[in-house]
Nanobody, 123 residues
Framework: VQVVESGGGLVQAGGSLRLSCAVS????????IGWFRQAPGKEREAIAC????????YYADSVKGRFTISSDKFKKSVYLQMNGLKPERTTVYYC?????????????????WGQGNQVTVSS
C-alpha cells in the first residue's frame, strides 16, 4: 500500500493550499481517508476525514468552514482544500487510510500513512 501526499509548501497567512493524497494498493472504495497534522512535541491531530464507502465527512472544529475534504474515486485520490491558513498551523500534514470509520476520525484507526508534507504559513 502506498499513500503519497503532495501540494504542501509556503503560503502567506490567510492564503490557501490544496493538498493531494494518492492511494494505491488497496480497494479505495472500502476505505476512509483522513488528513492529520502534527506539531513538534504534540499529538497527531485529526483535521478531516472522508468515507469512500458512504461519503460522510468529519471536520475538526478548528477547520470547519475553511477546509474542505473531497475524494475522487477514479483517480484514487483525496484532496484537502485549505483556506484561511494561519501561521500557527505551520507543521507537517499527513494523509492516512483506515478500514473503518471513526466518529471523530481517530488516528488509532488509521493503518496506512504517508510520509507527510510540510506546510509553512508565513506571517
Amino acid at each position: 500500500v502506498q499513500v503519497v501526499e503532495s501540494g504542501g509548501g509556503l503560503v502567506q497567512a490567510g492564503g490557501s493550499l490544496r493538498l493531494s493524497c494518492a492511494v494505491s494498493g488497496l480497494i479505495f472504495d472500502d476505505y476512509t481517508i483522513g488528513w492529520f497534522r502534527q506539531a513538534p512535541g504534540k499529538e497527531r491531530e485529526a483535521i478531516a476525514c472522508v468515507s469512500n464507502v458512504d461519503g460522510r465527512t468529519y471536520y475538526a472544529d478548528s477547520v470547519k468552514g475553511r477546509f474542505t475534504i473531497s475524494s475522487d474515486k477514479f483517480k484514487k485520490s483525496v484532496y484537502l482544500q485549505m483556506n484561511g491558513l494561519k501561521p500557527e498551523r505551520t507543521t507537517v500534514y499527513y494523509c492516512a487510510a483506515a478500514g473503518v470509520w471513526g466518529r471523530t476520525c481517530q488516528a488509532a484507526y488509521f493503518v496506512f500513512w504517508g510520509q507527510g508534507n510540510q506546510v509553512t504559513v508565513s506571517s
